[in-house]
């Protein structure tokens, strides 16, 4: 691969604060059509929220979504970061030990981009399956 995070990357990525609603979050991924955002406090990461966490650990457990902060039901514990500097295979090996599909990309605490197993697909293998489905547009 020997490319750089932020040659694949996804630059600008999506950010909400810590004390944003649920809601909040959920209506900026279908505005970006994403399934994730970059949960900040003073612009600093904190943590990553997905479609999924949202699901399972609002919805699920009957939560109030609009007074329900979007930092209560991130993944923030443990969180893996890359930086833009870093090869690109690193961020693939992290994605494989970690059993997850994107990581942020961080410069001193705040967030430059979202490197996802998609990105990654696409520039190592255009032909794959994997990279068809993350070039096509979303179903909406």
Sequence with gaps: MSQLVREVMTP??????RDASVVQAAMLMREHN?????????????GVV??????????????DLTETPVGACCSS?????????QDATQALNL?????????PVVEEGRPVGVVSLGD????????????DISAAPPNI
């Design 50 to 63: 997905t479609d999924r966490d949202i699901v399972v650990r609002a919805v699920a457990e009957s939560r």
């Design 120 to 131: 990654l697909a696409l520039e190592g293998d255009p032909s794959s399956a994997l990279s």
């Design 34 to 46: 994403i399934g994730d955002v970059l949960v900040t406090e003073d612009d600093r990461l904190y």
């Design 12 to 17: 600008a990525p999506v950010t909400v604060p």
């Design 77 to 85: 514990s443990g969180l893996a970061t890359v930086t833009p500097d």
């Design 95 to 103: 994605m494989r030990h970690k059993a997850i599909r994107r990581i």
